[in-house]
């Protein structure tokens, strides 16, 4: 089998005693090579399982996605040939949803301007930051990272609110409302959706119209959810306090004023790089492609849409 990425180096080893395992992550030329051999392929985000890539995997059984989003993985092409994909789907919920609360405390308290003053020299204090405390956070979609911020806000005395229309209700009891009510209602909007063709743009100029003025948007799940240049035009007229964006719809982004913005609080895709959440994203993914190997029945099997 085939480790394509770097892989967190306990589920290598994991591999390693059931298989035979050929590391291309340092050497990613080599992987056409070792593909014709492989029933087995281990990936993070940076190698794309194409259809080019599954075709040359002619003994392919399983495609390992050692995180969450499957965007890199060619599903239906999977799929045609019966090759399961696995990924690990909750294994960076925690790292995602303290990312999210750190950058939502960023943009409340200007970070991003005061971080880079301090680095060069300056004492500017300029401007006042807001408190968390007694303000609402909207979420869009309520799965498992969102679950997770809202534990975390509701302890900065937060209330929570929730549009997702795939729920009818919710585990912790988090009111469901409509988009508009969300927008309308909400102080801080934190995006957790999946990225779907039905919800590219959803947070449009029509959504930011819609919004308090002088709230704050938060986005950890995908860019595509978000439409930049209007987000710029709504930061521009004043109709947002702040943003935090740790996804962007290129990245690296290509819009330099996206990243330059003062009210822009900017990070590279980094809400599931912690060491907890590589391990524990190696480990499940490598126990799925062992059973899938042996025949057995995976646990977190991903399904084409
Ligand atoms: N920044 C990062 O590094 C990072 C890491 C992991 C996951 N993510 C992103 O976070 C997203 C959420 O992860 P999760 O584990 O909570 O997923 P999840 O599947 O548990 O939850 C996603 C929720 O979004 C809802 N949803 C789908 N379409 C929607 C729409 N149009 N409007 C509102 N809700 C909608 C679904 O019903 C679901 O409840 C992932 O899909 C991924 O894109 C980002």
Do not use: C
């Not at 590391?23 to 940076?46: F, G, Q």
């Not at 995602?96 to 750190?102: I, N, P, Q």
């Amino acid at each position: 089998m085939i480790v394509a990425d770097p892989i967190d180096a306990a589920a290598v080893k994991l591999l390693s005693g059931e298989f035979e395992v050929v590391d291309v992550s340092k050497t990613p030329e080599k992987l056409s090579e070792v593909m014709p051999e492989a029933s087995a392929i281990l990936v993070r985000s940076r190698t794309k399982v194409n259809k080019a890539l599954i075709d040359q995997g002619q003994k392919l059984k399983v495609i390992g996605r050692a995180g969450v989003g499957v965007d890199n993985v060619d599903l239906v092409a999977a799929g045609q040939r019966g090759i399961v994909v696995v990924n690990a789907p909750a294994a960076a919920s925690t790292s995602v949803a303290e990312l999210t609360v750190g950058l939502l405390v960023a943009v409340a308290r200007n970070f991003s301007n005061h971080v880079p003053s301090m680095k060069q020299g300056k004492w500017t204090k300029g401007g006042q930051g807001l408190e968390l405390l007694g303000r609402t956070v909207g979420f869009v979609g309520y799965g498992r990272i969102a679950r997770e911020v809202a534990i975390r806000l509701k302890g900065f005395g937060m209330k929570v609110q929730a549009y997702d229309p795939f729920l009818t209700s919710t585990p912790d009891g988090t009111p469901l409302i409509s988009l508009d009510e969300l927008l309308k209602t909400s102080d801080v909007v934190s995006l957790h959706a999946n990225a779907t063709e039905a919800n590219r743009h959803m947070i449009n100029r029509d959504a930011l119209s819609k919004m308090k003025k002088g709230a704050i948007i938060v986005n950890v799940a995908r860019g595509a959810l978000i439409d930049e240049q209007a987000l710029l035009d709504a930061l521009d007229a004043g109709q947002l306090a702040g943003v935090a964006l740790d996804v962007f719809e290129e990245e690296p982004p290509k819009n330099p004023k996206l990243l330059a913005h003062p009210l822009i609080v900017a990070t590279p895709h980094i809400g599931a790089l912690t060491r907890e959440a590589q391990e524990r994203a190696g480990m499940v993914v490598a126990r799925d492609v062992i059973k899938v190997l042996k025949g057995e029945k995976p646990e977190f099997p991903v399904r084409a849409q």
